[in-house]
């Protein structure tokens, strides 16, 4: 930037008190240019073509009417994946928010004073959530073999590391008053966690924890794709199939789902926050 200014010179203003100031020039159309050789750069490398997107998205079109109206008749074997999907993002969602509780406490810099520790896990929960829930799903799959398991540890790894992102972020905005004063008056470290700290984060702790279970719905769906159970495996079969009103079906049932258990992660956020 100091090249920007040194090319692109400062405007200077004369005052009526014999004071000159200077206004450096915008860099709104640097930052455009920039902004535009990105873009342009991209679509070289991803092969983009926006005319071959236009000609082909009537196909979407073809399939989406193939959906219509969907075979009810195929209920009967979406309850059981569908159970299945649901309990994947329950339980998943259960252990990871929990398992995330003592690694958000270690990275939380107004509590550890230890540089290393809060460093070394704030770079754990990092790396972790730079693993895709798909690949983790995949590897889980080696693991523990194909099914539920494997869906339930790759959703509880996601909100592992998303829940615990943004418990140490509540933590280290949190007021620290009543921390010091109890531990001040002789209360062990965790006992005065437990009465000031957890009060303050505890709500939208709990918030997003339903809000994470309510997405895990959502992505426990497509993990069938890679074996891991629930509904991604009739999908992707059916998909296969070009059984297309039987998909209809499928994304029906999972549109009702997902809707009540919006409604009712909501319901719930607004009685918490």
Known sequence: MKLYDAVFKPVEYHLASGKTIQEKRSKTALIWVIFLLCTLVSIKLTGFSLSVMVKRMRFFFVMLY??????????????????????MSLLGSFIGALACIPFAVLSSTNLVQAKAVTT???LFFSVVRTLPTLVAALIATYLFGLGTLAGTVAIAVFTFAYCGKILYESIETCSMLSFEALEAMGCQKISAIRYAIVPQVLPSYLSTVLFCFEGNVRYASILGYVGAGGLGLILNEKIGWREYDRVGMIL????VSVACIEWLSQYLRSKLV
């Open 252 to 255: 029906v049932a999972l549109f």
């Open 120 to 122: 070394f896990f704030k």
């Open 66 to 87: 193939d959906m219509i109206p969907p075979d009810f008749s195929y209920m009967h074997a979406v309850w059981q994946p569908l159970w299945d999907t649901i309990k």
